[in-house]
């Protein structure tokens, strides 16, 4: 594996300044390792250097350095952060918290300079070994660019190529003087191999030919304009543009940040550490993750900047490691979208229509702005209902994200929006999908797909806002905010709303749009209590091994039966992963089940013997299977399950939302185990049941030691449901008569 980049903090003195009275002032730049920028054109009143001051370091520290460099010595600083972002401590602060000793010499000194890098670095990143040298720029020679002055020196700094200065840098060239190397045909044999490395071709005598543009190897010019492209609108480190490069067919052999580098110091792009120092509510400076905002950061031994405390972001980890050596860039979507022609004649379609709840509810979402939520009944709808405000907005030339909590859904719903919206480009993303960095105006994915992008959507839709991984990692909402465009909206749709957005409605920040009641208008099931007083979860490890009569197990046995024996199809939530075995186990062990998914040598496969001989005749076994998050062969026993396969499902929670099945039955296992079973979790399982307009009705078991306020919750808002909706059909009756 390749180590991290590594970057330079470069100073450009500057005589006078206001923030130093009578002294002199300095500027200060970022730029990777092998750049060395040039003194024409740096500044107005730049007139030496420029001179490295620390480095070569991980990005994270380059910038922080810089940050902290410009607050003492920058003429006319106020409030500036890394790469430009506010928040940063001003110079007179920073004065004031690193003592007496910047009173006592006010000049940008090399030797104060020095101080004020091994002060700062001593304080907020200790472990690394910032070098303690102010290196004198390199003689000027053939293929660098002199400097005007000498500091103070205490050790060379390594001679590096040079590039045009960073406001002025147009392509990543090495160096004024290399035009002049070319024209004449040669260059020395020492150069050969670096120069190879960032992209050039060097012929046998030494001359310098050309960029290599052949089909399989991209120019740097080209490199850097496709990256320009692919990173509009998103938020990807630069090993995710390297393989958003490679997808395009764009391969590169150089070094892809010495490439992006000008793109940086022209303000095309913003390049940020995955972590990096920020400021706190309370002024003082943490660490937190660039890509989703988190201050939750941990310290670990990193194989890439081999350093023993790296620090890294732990929420957002699962996407991949966030961490103050990796590189990460940016480039929001700021211009305006002009209406393409294509899509003017572009229009919902459907093989049914809406009902008159849904037909008000779209038509208030799509005349209305700002943030909206849909408070919708599981099974009502509320995919149809976005679907007119989806197809406006693509028509204006907005892009449109449909972002869901859990990937099961994503394929399945792109396909419904793509045939409910044809002429629409959809593509769908999620993790394993190898289609990360598509686009098109319409995408659906999951929501962590939303950190990779930037300031890119006219219309974010998220569905079952309340639902996990969004009602514990808040920081996901703020990648969803971020993902929208000025001027943007979000509408968010739930069932059970989570307290924080009751909360702004309340304060009229959001707009709530309710939809009560279920196309087919047959009121939602109501949830039955079955009580039994020997059901205690933590006990049934010790029950399998007793193997002894237990009058809870000859209840669930009974009412499994009682649905299955009447075609049904049954799904059994259980609070825990463990607790499918055990149960798979138990109810095995009364003969009347049996396996119905096992793992055979040509593969997976269903048992179709389902029965048993009992006194000379036969009876039927009934076929279970169990599933849960982490299991391969999940989706193939769903869809055993909808195709008649499987009679009983035996299910963690993650089966709760958005899954459709036909004839089905639902009974929640231990439903007073409050530790997963909250209320909303208990509405969201019952409204699995009679979804159908073939099959408007079910049965919904909570089957508990005892009765709990989430219990009595769920029942209370599903009654509530079916209340509202009732007295909507009322209503709609009534002027349906006038």
């Known amino acids: 594996m390749s180590g991290a980049a590594r970057f330079v903090v470069w100073m450009f003195p500057v005589p006078g300044g206001e923030a130093v009275p009578g002294g002199r002032g300095a500027e200060f730049y970022v730029h990777p390792e092998g750049v060395r920028p040039s003194t024409t054109g740096a500044a107005e009143h730049t007139t030496e250097g420029p001179w490295p001051v620390a480095g070569p370091l991980p990005l994270a520290y380059a910038e922080a350095l810089r940050a902290h460099l410009e607050a003492l010595f920058r003429p006319g600083t106020e409030n500036i952060g890394p790469s430009g972002a506010s928040g940063w401590p001003k110079g007179a602060a920073v004065r004031q918290l690193f003592g007496s000793w910047m009173r006592r010499e006010r000049r940008a000194t090399p030797r104060l300079v020095k101080e004020a890098v091994q002060r700062f670095a001593g304080k907020y990143f200790p472990w690394v070994d910032v070098p303690r040298s102010f290196a004198a720029p390199t003689p000027a020679g053939p293929y660098s660019v002199s400097g005007a002055g000498q500091p103070d020196v205490d050790s060379d700094f390594p001679a590096a190529p040079a590039c045009g200065n960073p406001t002025l840098c147009d392509r990543p060239a090495l160096n004024p003087a290399f035009d002049a190397l070319a024209a004449s045909g040669r260059a020395p044999a020492s150069h050969r191999a670096s120069l190879s490395k960032r992209g050039f071709s060097l012929g046998d005598d030494g001359a310098y030919e050309h960029w290599l543009t052949s089909p399989l190897v991209a120019a740097p010019e080209e490199v850097a304009e496709l990256a320009e492209r692919i990173l509009a609108g998103r938020r990807l480190f630069s090993h995710e543009v390297a393989e958003a490069l490679s997808d395009r067919g764009a391969s590169f052999l150089g070094d892809l940040e010495l490439v992006l580098d000008p793109l940086v110091h022209q303000g095309r792009i913003e390049r940020l550490a995955g972590v990096g120092l920020a400021a706190s509510a309370g002024g003082s400076l943490e660490w937190r993750c660039r890509r989703c905002l988190s201050p939750k950061v941990g310290w670990y031994p990193c194989h890439r900047c081999r350093y023993d405390a790296c620090p890294q972001c732990d929420d957002c980890r699962p996407l991949g490691i966030s961490s103050a050596c990796r590189v990460l860039y940016e480039k929001p979507l700021e211009k305006e979208e002009k209406p393409d022609a294509r899509l003017e004649a572009v229009r919902v379609s459907l093989p049914f229509s809406l009902s008159p709840f849904q037909e008000q509810v779209a038509r208030e979402l799509a005349c209305s702005t700002g943030d909206a939520l849909i408070w919708a009944a599981c099974g009502s709808g509320k995919t149809e209902v976005t679907l007119e405000v989806i197809c406006q907005t693509v028509r204006r030339g907005g892009r449109v994200l449909f972002a869901l909590p859990r990937r099961d859904v994503v394929d399945q719903l792109a396909q419904r929006l793509k045939q409910a919206l044809p002429g629409i480009e959809t593509i769908a993303l999620r993790g394993g999908t190898g289609r990360t960095y598509d686009d098109a105006p319409l995408i659906v994915s999951t929501v ?71 196309p087919h208008g047959h009121p939602l099931p109501v949830p039955e209590i079955v009580e039994v007083r020997d059901l205690r979860v933590e006990r049934l490890d010790g029950e399998l091994r007793a193997k002894r009569q237990l009058a809870w197990l000859a209840v669930l046995d009974r009412l499994i039966r009682e649905s299955v024996s009447r075609e049904r199809r049954m799904l059994l939530f259980v609070p825990a992963v463990r607790l499918t075995g055990i149960l798979a186990e138990l109810l095995l062990s009364t003969g009347a089940y049996e396996e119905g998914f096992r793992a055979g040598r040509a593969g997976r496969r269903f048992n179709t013997a389902a029965a048993q001989v009992h006194g000379g005749r036969e009876a039927k076994r009934w076929r279970l299977a169990c599933v849960h998050a982490g299991d391969p062969d999940r989706t193939g026993k769903v869809a055993a399950l909808a195709g008649g396969r499987l009679d009983l499902l035996i299910t963690t929670s993650i089966l709760e939302r958005g899954i459709t099945l036909p004839r089905l039955d639902v009974i929640v296992f231990a439903a007073d185990w409050e530790q997963v079973y909250d209320a909303r979790a208990l509405v969201q399982m019952a409204g699995r049941v009679g979804r159908s307009p073939d099959d408007p009705v079910g049965r919904v078991v909570y089957l508990a030691r005892s009765v709990t306020p989430a219990m009595r919750e769920a029942l209370g808002i599903i009654r509530h449901f079916n209340d509202a909706s009732r007295r909507l059909n009322t209503m709609i009756g009534r002027e349906g008569h006038r």
């Not at 749709?493 to 009560?516: K, N, S």
């Open 448 to 518: 962590h797909q939303a950190v990779r992008f930037c300031r890119r959507f006219d219309l974010i839709i998220v569905d079952e806002v309340d639902a996990y991984p969004l009602d514990r990692e808040v920081w996901l909402l703020a990648a969803l905010e971020r993902a929208k465009r000025p001027g943007g909206r979000i509408v968010m749709m739930t069932a059970t709303p989570p307290e924080r957005l009751l909360a702004r409605i309340g304060r009229g920040d959001v707009r709530c749009l309710t939809l009560p009641g279920r």
